[in-house]
């Protein structure tokens, strides 16, 4: 077998494999050997007919597709292995036959592969830097959330209702002065400030009182689920059957040691904060990392597989799908649901999966270009900070690290370091 590669169009390879006689023959009989069962010829048992018998009988052509694959499968991932430098496949080739005749047979396999990105600058651009403090109310109104535990539900009847309360209610609405299906309902029991309706819904059935009639306009959303609804007005005629508050426990040391193990509110609010202060820290790195990589990538050029592309769009529906399964539903339901077909709902994804395939292609290259590696010590640095945080050794911690645990360590370390890079080579705006 030999073989040549060559750069194709749209970030592919054209790999040419040229096979002998003899290896073109030996896939031949390998194919016979895997197909002869489904070959019924007469005045033989199902396969049992001699191979020259059954060419005869079915045509010379008729192990040709299965000897394709047996070469295929044989020396394809060899020759990926052996390339792997070069290139990197990130999607199935197109196969073709260039020639067949008793000396030789060619195949063609056109494969995508991981592009090479071209970066305008990733330096002394100017980038914003996001960052969020912790308010002493944030930390209060989160210490407070342990009450809502052991909080009773109470009928209300002295007030008007408010954010928070459960209300029931009667609704009908309408479009144009005509009632549409699931906008009708009694004894429908609504959480306020929940969101659980559409916008505006439910501030203005705060304040009503029990037993009072109001009519409430809102606007259906442009990406409303049903279609003849998107973007329209629509009226309500709301009617307060009833209203249920809750009442809070209050807040003590006594309280907090049952509930959180800690001895006094000042502890467990000091350990609040600290959580919030990490929370913050992290959503301001995670949106300045991804601000300073759609800095980099208004500055870059790629032609980006669709075989990257769908790959991405697979993981991100299967996230997708996931987190629906957390809440008792099946992606084929919400789906069918949402009145969409499978490829108009993958369709969604694909601009998210370019951004984000784009983003990955650039974090790679820049890693590349300024060499930046874990070295020995800095994972081993990690690994005892891990540990640290279980209680652990070192060496007790890494007796249960698999190779992809440490590959992960690895790579996160590049990846912090990388983004430290790039902050302390660009104007960062806060």
């Not at 750069?7 to 040229?18: F, P, Q, Y």
């Not at 559409?198 to 009182?209: L, Y």
């Not at 973007?231 to 249920?244: R, T």
């Not at 000042?266 to 350990?271: H, N």
Request: aromatic share 8%; charged share 35%.
């Amino acid at each position: 077998m030999k073989y040549t590669t060559a750069a194709g169009e749209k970030s592919t390879v054209k790999i040419t494999i040229d096979f002998s006689k003899e290896e073109w023959e030996n896939a031949i009989s390998e194919a016979y050997k895997r197909t002869r069962g489904k070959y019924a010829v007469p005045g033989f048992r199902k396969g049992k007919a001699p191979k020259p018998v059954v060419e005869r009988y079915y045509g010379k052509a008729v192990f040709f597709d299965e000897a394709f694959n047996v070469l295929y499968s044989k020396h394809y991932p060899e020759i990926l292995s052996k390339e792997r430098e070069n290139f990197t496949a990130v999607g199935d080739p197109e196969l073709s036959v260039d020639e067949l005749n008793d000396e030789k047979v060619t195949l063609t396999a056109t494969v995508p592969v991981k592009p090479d990105v071209k970066i305008g600058s990733y330096k002394g651009l100017e980038i914003k830097k996001y960052e969020y403090s912790v308010t002493d109310e944030e930390v209060k109104k989160e210490v407070e959330k342990i009450l809502e535990r052991e909080a009773k539900t109470v009928d209300v009847t002295d007030r008007a209702c408010a954010d928070g309360d459960t209300v029931n209610i009667d609704f009908s609405g309408s479009v144009d002065g005509e009632k549409f299906p699931g906008g009708t309902a009694e004894g429908y029991d609504l959480v306020l400030g929940s969101g659980s309706f559409i916008p505006g819904f439910e501030a203005q059935v705060v304040g009503m009182k029990i037993g009072e009639d109001r009519d409430i306009t809102v606007k259906f959303p442009e990406d409303y689920q049903a279609e003849n609804l998107r973007g329209k007005d629509a009226v309500f005629a709301i009617h307060l059957n009833s209203v249920k508050g809750r009442v809070l426990p209050e807040l003590t040391d006594e309280y907090v040691k049952k509930h959180t193990g800690n001895e006094t509110i000042a502890d467990y609010t000091a350990k609040v904060k600290d959580r919030l202060v990490k929370q913050a820290e992290s959503r301001g790195r995670d949106e300045t990392e991804n601000s300073i990589i759609e800095a980099i990538s208004k500055t870059a050029e790629c032609e980006i597989p669709q075989a990257m592309i769908e790959t991405e769009t697979d993981r991100m529906v299967q996230d997708f799908s996931y987190r629906l399964m957390y809440q008792g539903l099946k992606l084929e339901d919400y789906i069918k649901y949402m009145g969409q077909t499978m490829e108009q709902f993958r369709s969604q994804f694909a601009p998210q999966a370019h951004t984000r395939v784009l983003a990955q292609l650039i974090i790679d290259k820049i890693i590349r270009e300024e060499k930046i590696t874990a070295s020995p010590e800095e994972i081993e640095a990690k690994i005892a900070e891990q540990a640290a945080s279980v209680g652990k050794t070192a060496e007790e911690y890494k007796k249960n690290l698999d190779p992809r645990q440490q590959e992960y360590i690895a790579n996160d370390i590049v990846i912090t370091k990388l983004f430290a890079f790039l902050e302390e080579n660009n104007k960062m705006i806060k």
